[in-house]
């Protein structure tokens, strides 16, 4: 299942500036594609949109080919797993609780809680290595255990495309390596992976796509050695960088330099 | 069936049980103690005919009308506390106990509650609606899309314009509509009649109903709207018809028994220490222990300075804060 966007924009009232500006971009089917600019660059405008929880303010976004706007939103929830990134912890809620949530598209509201269900979830918690967190509640967790929960929800949705927003900034090198590994294995099987990230060696290290946004525009889609070039970074990031190949993984690797003399930082 | 779905239902059993039980109590109590084989006798129709007369038209009424409101504040509370996303939501929180005191205050300081028994409730109901169409409306015209902050600053404005016409009208009336007013505001059951308790439960138990169906998309809410959107929501419809069904519930509670406080916070979270936070547990579950709570309160509130009724609203303070605490230590332990 592949998602698409044709001269998609979206903004936010009170703003002059839109926040996704005239957008065009494919995320082919089973491919892995990384989400990368500054902040405030519309990345995750752009994943709303995407997804038609935001209305565009022109142009169009499709889901597998249907616009996205046009979907029943528990049919496209059977479909597509978001991992978000504001979320709300008000009550608390178990941990496994919080992971069969993911469930609920294919339960509808009265349903109850099938086998088969218990072996999505199971494997859900498993994969994302949170199995012995289950019975724990969501607010004793800390930030790197909620967030693969969270990724473990999504994939109780037993989805075909798998969206996350930022999902390893508050996550240590291994259960980092862990999840991005996993989602390019997935992706190798067919699932369409869209990862947002401001980590740029990793997604230049795992993804096949990069998409780099830029004020809401895209400055530069493609192979991550096609756009993680020193010039093009450079020029959206607005500060000086080295890019070369990272001669362990083979992959282009970006350093940021001190700032040039008389520049703030 | 899972041991957490086994768990529930034996909740829902015992709970079911407690509020048969608190009703038979609560009747066998008050200036004329009864023994549990005379309300038998009396409710099979075999009995006394005062006591007939005394526990079918005053005291059963009234414990029911206790079930009904207790209840229905407690699922309006849980309801509003997952759309909010704010444990201290509460069902007054819109501004709901602002307009209907306001109107309750009004009927009494103009002499008006002479016309009738039904007056006073029916004009705290208009007011709660009145509250209710004034925060929505505020609401709705500042953010099309029903945003929950606007929503509580829309309550608590109306809630706060309502408080200044009370004291405005108190201020105009003589002494005893000031103390009428002051006890309908703390809340009493003492208006209990079949027919309130049939207007009561036609609105309760069908509301309840419909917030049982939408407890999955409830557990969903409370984690975030755009969370809820993303596994499945029609959240705008969601938001609607609960804030709709939960307002309308209390509004009809507020007209039947005045405002009474602590219930509808108190015991959903009593509710969730010790089944979790999970709608389709809490909302049933908050409904039974709603119920029982507030027909032992009225019990206490009838019989512990007799002949004086105490408020109901002083007794769910009284009992309902220690009560809480207790709980919420043990949880913590």
């Known amino acids: 299942m592949k998602l698409a966007a044709e001269n998609l924009s979206a903004g936010y009232p009170g703003r002059r500036r839109p926040a996704l500006d005239r957008v065009t971009l494919e995320v082919p089917t089973g491919s892995f594609t990384a989400v990368l600019g500054p902040n405030g660059s519309g990345k995750s405008t752009l994943l709303r949109a995407l997804l038609g929880v935001m209305a565009p303010s022109a142009g169009r976004a499709t889901v597998d080919g249907t616009d996205a706007r046009a979907w029943n939103r528990r049919e496209l929830a059977r479909l597509v797993g978001v991992v978000s990134q504001n979320e709300a912890t008000a009550f608390p809620v178990t941990a496994r609780e919080l992971v069969a949530m993911g469930r609920y598209p294919h339960q509808g509201p009265l349903r109850a809680e099938r086998p088969h269900d218990r072996r999505v979830i199971q494997r859900a918690l498993k994969r994302c290595d949170v199995t012995e967190l289950a019975a724990r509640r969501v607010t004793t967790l800390s930030g790197g255990e909620l967030q693969r929960v969270r990724i473990a929800r999504a994939l109780a949705q037993e989805p075909r495309v798998l969206a996350l927003d930022e999902p390893t900034a508050s996550l240590d090198i291994s259960h980092k390596m862990t999840i991005v590994g996993l989602l390019r294995r997935w992706a190798d099987r067919g699932m369409t992976v869209l990862l947002i990230t401001h980590q740029l060696n990793l997604a230049a290290r795992f993804a096949d796509r990069v998409v780099l946004l830029h004020r809401g525009r895209v400055a530069a889609q493609g192979p991550p050695r096609k756009v993680l070039r020193e010039e093009v970074m450079e020029s959206v990031y607005r500060w000086p960088l080295h890019v070369d190949c990272d001669p362990v993984v083979g992959a282009p690797r970006v350093v940021p330099l001190d700032p040039p003399p008389g520049r703030p930082g | ?333």
Not at chain 2, 71 to 93: H, K, V
Not at chain 2, 231 to 239: I, S
């Open chain 2, 1 to 333: 069936m899972s041991p957490a779905g086994g768990r529930q239902w034996t909740a829902v059993l015992l709970l079911g049980v407690a509020v048969v039980a608190s009703v038979l109590t609560a009747v066998r109590f008050g200036s004329v103690p009864l023994s549990s084989a005379q309300v038998l006798g009396a409710l099979s129709g075999t009995g006394d005919p005062i006591h007939r007369e005394i526990v079918v038209q005053l005291r059963l009424p009234r414990a029911l009308l206790a079930v009904v409101v207790g209840g229905g504040l407690a699922l309006a509370g849980a309801t509003l506390q997952a759309l909010l996303r704010n444990p201290l939501a509460e069902p007054y929180i819109l501004g709901i106990s602002g307009g209907a005191a306001a109107a309750a205050v009004l009927t009494l300081g103009l002499g008006l509650v002479a016309a009738g028994s039904w007056v006073l409730p029916a004009a705290a109901f208009v007011g709660a609606l009145v509250a209710i169409a004034l925060v929505f409306g505020v609401a709705t015209a500042v953010d099309h899309s029903l945003d929950v902050r606007v929503l509580l600053l829309a309550g608590v404005v109306v809630g706060t314009f309502f408080t200044g016409v009370i004291a405005l009208v108190l201020a105009l009336s003589d002494a005893p509509a000031v103390r009428g007013a002051m006890l309908w505001m703390m809340g009493s059951l003492g208006g209990a009649q079949w027919r309130t308790v049939l207007v009561g439960a036609t609105y309760t138990l069908p509301a309840g109903l419909v917030l049982i169906a939408l407890a999955r998309s409830l557990d969903l809410m409370a984690i975030g709207e755009e969370t809820a959107s993303f596994l499945g929501t029609d959240v705008e419809r969601v938001k609607r018809t609960a804030l709709g069904v939960a307002s309308l519930v209390t509004a009809a509670g507020v007209g039947m028994a005045g405002v009474i406080g602590f219930v509808g916070l108190i015991v959903p979270h009593a509710v969730r220490l010790s089944v979790g936070s999970a709608h389709r547990k809490l909302l049933p579950l908050s409904f039974l222990a709603g119920a029982v709570f507030l027909v032992l309160a009225d019990l206490i509130a009838r019989v512990a300075l007799a002949p004086t009724e105490i408020p109901i609203g002083v007794v769910t303070a009284f009992v309902g804060v220690p009560l809480f605490l207790l709980l919420l230590r043990r949880s913590h332990q």
